[in-house]
């Protein structure tokens, strides 16, 4: 038995982003914790905010949640813009989960 967001395209993007985000975030050096953490919180946050509005009775509940599940996704990029300043990722790389992202929302 599955729940109703489950079977939603867009859910399923951002929990394969969300595991991406992770693998990726496994290779930083020692030093970059606080990149790592806040990456993976605005990664995984994208599907929790998803799933969490679908269970909502009002559409506003839903709205909300669904907000903040964007703006999950913008946190991202300057984060991981500067993982390819600190050169943790290449820009090529940057650049590809940037369209990944977009192609979620």
Request: hydrophobic share 45%; net charge positive; aromatic share 16%.
């Amino acid at each position: 038995m599955s729940f109703m967001f489950e079977n939603l395209e867009v859910y399923q993007k951002a929990v394969s982003f969300a595991a991406e985000i992770a693998g990726v975030t496994e290779s930083f050096p020692r030093g970059y914790y606080f990149l790592t953490d806040q990456l993976n919180r605005a990664a995984l946050s994208i599907a929790t905010n998803l799933a969490e509005g679908n269970g909502r009775f009002t559409k506003a509940d839903r709205k909300n949640f669904f907000t903040i599940s964007r703006g999950s996704a913008q946190e991202c990029v300057p984060l991981l813009r500067v993982a390819v300043l600190r050169h943790l990722i290449v820009y090529t790389y940057f650049n590809l989960i940037c369209l990944w992202q977009f192609k979620i929302f």
